[in-house]
């Protein structure tokens, strides 16, 4: 009786452990992603919109000058050949004074994505 007690107590504290871990993941979820897909979207946008503002900040220490994605590409500054990622495709505008990178969601409608995602010259993601 002892061994079976001990055996569905285990039990329970890894069900309990799975329950706890499960609510964490879903709260590290970035905001506006409703599937894990879509959280590895905008993670993977993230990151290039960080690369890319990375190489046009390197580009203006170097050049003196913002650029556009495909500039920063000829001039060998970043090297992701990338246009965009899953349903996201990029775009830059860029002034004498900053920049802003944009990836604009190109999927399905109804999707919980966010329209819009962009990092500009002090490397400050805005959703």
Known sequence: MGRAFGFFGLVIVVAICLYL??????????????SPQAAID??????????IAQAERTHHELQGS?????????????????DGRGPYTYSAE????????????????????PPTISIDETMHFAP
């Open 21 to 34: 871990y499960m609510r964490q993941s879903q709260s590290v979820t970035p905001e506006g992603a409703g």
């Open 42 to 51: 905008v993670t993977g946008v993230k990151a290039d919109l960080l690369s």
């Open 66 to 82: 913002y650029v556009s994605i495909g500039d920063l590409r000829s001039a060998g500054d970043f090297s992701t050949i990338r």
């Open 94 to 113: 860029i002034s004498g004074s900053g920049f802003r990178i944009v990836a604009t969601y190109t999927g399905p409608p109804g999707a919980k994505m």
